[in-house]
């Protein structure tokens, strides 16, 4: 700009010298567009966009006058120069918008020709210049330039106008309705704040929507204002008690009140007093506590925030009271969840640790996450060594790339069976050997994703003990020879090539003979020595085919194969062998560095082809008991007739058990007679009355009875029957003074609960326990001695009697003898049946009675037939007797006929 004002001056002082008359013109028109530029660029931003294009179109014209008449007196080449470089300026100026730039570059270029002129120009003279031609040409060339730029300028400056135009209108248009639009609500809000403002409520009202109790304090503690819920709280809630709440209205002080409180509640009452007094103080920034105020209805918490309130010239502080009794509860119920969360964990991690399996959780991608110690025993890992590791590190090689391939299945779909539990796999330990596992999966999703929890069984010990079981299925674990089950197998081979081959076969039973005693006197485990020993003497005594087995206890069986093909033959082979085989088995052993001799009864059965092999057993069983009832250390051959024997037997078994449900049993009563001719008791009898055997006598059922077990049912049934009899019998004076005499089996006297069932049925009966004798065998004695002498002292002290029966037949011990509380003994009527022929009987006759008589105890005689034995008994000391002599063992009406007849 103020090169565009200095312009005038320089070309006035370049054309100066040559005319006044070019220096007039030239000097007014630069100073009008000096002026005209400096009033354009000072309003140029109030200007629209078409005062602008008029005004640079006048500048255009005014520039080309100044050309024409500043540079007209210089040849027409510097006139079309400067007009030039005027449009040019101006043209730049209009396209990149700098215009003042334009005009500045126009004046510098102005002057600069002005001071060329000044130097250059010759002297003219001014009318020949008027009327020159190309003066006028000069001036017609300017005035086209002008006008033409002019014209360029507004078509170009048109459409850009009437946009700004258009833009300009719809933009004043919005503004104006968006402008009406602010001014209604402004007009609204005017209105609403001027009513809030000109109230002296305004605060008010905000401190009352707030829910929480707030109350302000000025410097000395004094309320100066409150809200709503404050004045709610304290005017109308109370504490526990039911005490209404002090003044804590405006007015009064709050730190009298905090001052004031008293028992429970004076020491939080003195928290907030300090804390109140600590921000008033400005050494606390903010002070805020908990406290309790409980109704009889509910349990209350509220939170207390003292904050420093500065006011122009007021310093107090705000207090803000909030009821946190539902945040409290809800924080201790999340706490309480926590907690519950944290015990389920310990929990679940206790069952994790203390689970039997090893246990392994691993994510989508089989990298392990958890594991319990059970994998160090398992696989060899601490636990820890485990975490992070892939599952595939526990996978031997070989099946390592399948395992991954199976678990991304199973993760996809978990039902398939490529991974599902109870299946065997095998697992790679730490020190790099293989162990075969049972695995149990199961997929669980988590918020981190998948995870697969596996449970690893160490099944080694398993399989060693199924291998064992199946050893022990085929094999006797003591003797390790074959065992039933596999002697039944090779029976079935055997039968088949006795069928092919047309040659037979035997089976051989073999039972030890004394083995019980031996078990019971040197132990059982001398007894299994003895077994362990005898096995090899077994297999060496056969040949290789030959089959020998352990049945059980004491029993051993042969199977011999490939015999003969005639019976007679092969009969004799199988003697042969057997014989070999007692010869073997009597040799001494050396049992605990002593010598034993133990010797076998054998009993041989021959079959050939198909046959039943339990028959086959039954069958040799059967021999051997006839070798064994022969005295033993012998083989018998079995004879159909030991079957017809044992078919009978079961039927009588049978039929014994039908007889004691359907009680068919009864008593006979034999009597007992002193020497005076007195009946002194009787011995109760059991007999079994048959339905179609008619009177079975005790020889024919008592021992199966025994061997059966049945012993004690029939037993309990003759003590309960022989006790109603005898309480009966109280009743009536020819039978009241009898003792009645009941035979007890060993079996009975073994039962843990004898002494109790005695007692009870003495109770329930009612009979005279005095009138009771029990009698006993000597085979008693064999065993449990210190059991049946305690039990028999126990049932002595109830009154009841004892006899010991047979004497002299079985096992006898005096010093066990003179142990018993025994009431009398019984010499056996096999003494008694040659005592007047066979000078032994006659002697241990004698013998009983002196040994009976030096212990204090009575003695009876049983089986007198003939007088003449009841006068040897008599003369030898044994003054009591029964047998046929005096009476045959007699029914219930029989015997009580006897016995009126006895008394009178």
Not at 28 to 41: G, R
Not at 425 to 442: M, P, Q, T, W, Y
Request: hydrophobic residues 45%; negative net charge; charged residues 20%.
């Amino acid at each position: 700009m103020i090169l565009a004002i200095f312009a005038p001056i320089t070309t006035a002082a370049s054309v100066s010298r040559f005319t006044i008359i070019g220096f007039l013109p030239v000097m007014m028109l630069q100073i009008i567009l000096s002026t005209y530029l400096c009033a354009l660029y000072y309003f140029r931003n109030k200007l629209s966009a078409m005062t602008k294009a008029l005004s640079m179109s006048l500048v255009l014209i005014m520039v080309g006058l100044g050309s024409v008449l500043q540079f007209g007196i210089l040849s027409p080449a510097y006139t079309f120069f400067n007009t030039g470089v005027c449009i040019a300026a101006i043209m730049i100026g209009m396209r990149t918008g700098l215009i003042l730039l334009s005009f500045v570059v126009l004046s510098l270029f102005g002057a600069g020709i002005s001071m060329y002129a000044f130097g250059t120009a010759p002297s003219f003279d001014v009318a020949a210049y008027l009327i020159a031609p190309q003066t006028w040409l000069t001036v017609a060339l300017a005035v086209a330039m002008c006008v033409g730029l002019m014209l360029y300028a507004i078509q170009t400056y048109n459409r850009s106008i009437v946009e700004a135009l258009d833009l300009a209108i719809n933009t004043e248009t919005i503004l104006l309705k968006r402008t009406s639009e602010l001014e209604e609500m402004q007009v609204d809000r005017d209105l609403v704040f001027a009513d809030l403002q000109s109230s002296e409520e305004f605060k008010t009202v905000i401190l009352n929507s707030v829910q929480s109790e707030i109350a302000v304090l000025d410097g000395h503690g004094i309320i100066v204002s409150v809200n709503e819920a404050w004045r709610k709280f304290a005017l109308e809630n109370t504490c526990e008690g039911e005490q209404p709440l002090p003044n804590a209205g405006i007015g009064a002080s709050y730190l009298g009140i905090c001052r004031a409180g008293d028992g429970s509640e004076k020491e939080g009452a003195l928290e907030a007093h300090n804390g109140i007094m600590a921000v008033l103080s400005g050494s606390l920034p903010i002070f805020s506590m908990e406290y309790p105020c409980h109704s009889n209805t509910e349990q209350r918490w509220f939170a207390m925030t003292v904050a420093p309130l500065w006011h122009r010239k007021i310093r107090g502080v705000v207090i803000t009271h909030t009821n946190i009794t539902n945040l409290r509860q809800a924080i201790s119920d999340r706490e309480q969840a926590f907690s519950d969360i944290q015990i389920s964990e310990a929990r679940l991690r206790t069952i994790f640790d203390a689970s039997p399996d090893a246990l392994l959780i691993s994510d989508a991608q089989g990298a392990i996450t958890m594991a319990n110690s059970r994998v160090e025993e398992v696989l060899g890992y601490m636990a820890e060594d485990l975490i992070g590791q892939s599952i595939e590190a526990l996978v031997p090689k070989s099946v390592n790339s399948a395992h991954s391939e199976h678990r991304s299945a199973y993760i996809e779909a978990p039902d398939r069976r490529l991974m599902l539990g109870g299946r065997t796999i095998k697992a790679l330990r730490k020190d790099g050997s293989e162990c075969e596992v049972e695995i149990n999966l199961s997929r669980v999703d988590t918020d981190q994703g998948v995870m697969i929890a596996s449970a690893l069984r160490d099944i080694s010990e398993r399989r060693r003990a199924e291998g064992k079981i199946a050893e022990l299925s085929f094999f006797d674990h003591l003797t390790g020879l074959p065992n039933r089950t596999l002697l039944m197998d090779r029976m079935k081979l055997a039968m088949t090539a006795s069928y092919r081959d047309g040659k037979h076969c035997a089976l051989l039973f073999i039972d030890l003979d004394n083995f019980k005693a031996l078990n019971e006197t040197l132990g059982h485990e001398i007894g299994d020595q003895l077994l362990r020993d005898i096995a090899p003497r077994l297999v060496a005594s056969v040949r290789e085919d030959d089959t020998v087995a352990r049945l059980g206890g004491d029993e051993f069986l042969v199977l011999l194969v490939d015999l003969a093909r005639t019976e007679s033959e092969a009969a004799n082979q199988v003697e042969a062998i057997g014989l070999k085989i007692i010869e073997a088995l009597s040799q001494p052993y050396s049992l605990n560095n002593q010598h034993y001799v133990c010797t076998p009864s054998i009993g041989a059965t021959l079959f050939f082809g198909h046959v039943v092999a339990d028959d086959l057993l039954k069958q040799s069983d059967l021999a051997m008991y006839k070798a064994k009832a022969e005295g033993g250390a012998s083989i018998h051959f079995f004879d159909p007739k030991m079957e017809e024997a044992v078919i009978k037997r079961a039927k009588i078994e049978a039929d014994l058990r039908q007889g004691l449900i359907k009680k068919q049993f009864l008593l006979h009563y034999q009597p007992q007679i002193f020497s005076n001719g007195r009946m002194t008791g009787v011995e109760a009898l059991v007999r079994w009355q048959h339905p179609v055997r008619g009177l079975v006598p005790p020889s024919d059922f008592i021992p199966l009875a025994e061997e059966t077990g049945l012993i004690l049912q029939l037993g309990n049934w003759v003590l309960e029957a022989a006790c109603k009899q005898l309480a009966e019998w109280a009743t009536r004076p020819e039978l009241a003074d009898l003792t009645v005499a009941v035979n007890v089996s060993v079996q009975q006297f073994h039962q843990p609960e004898f002494v109790d069932h005695i007692q009870e049925v003495i109770r329930v009966t009612g009979a005279n326990p005095e009138r009771l004798k029990l009698e006993l065998t000597e085979s008693m004695l064999a065993e449990n001695v210190q059991d049946i002498i305690k039990k028999m002292f126990a049932l002595k002290a109830d009154g009841i009697g004892f006899s010991l029966d047979d004497f002299g037949t079985g096992y006898s011990s005096l010093s066990y003898l003179k142990q018993l509380p025994l009431d009398q003994l019984k010499i056996d009527q096999s003494f008694v049946r040659d005592v007047l022929t066979d000078p032994s009987d006659a002697t241990i006759a004698k013998t009983i009675v002196n040994l009976a008589q030096s212990l204090g105890l009575s003695v009876i005689a049983e089986g007198v037939e003939t007088e003449a034995q009841r006068n040897f008994l008599e003369t030898s000391g044994c003054h009591s007797c029964q047998g046929y002599f005096f009476s045959r063992p007699l029914p219930i009406e029989e015997f009580e006929e006897y016995a009126r007849r006895c008394w009178s």
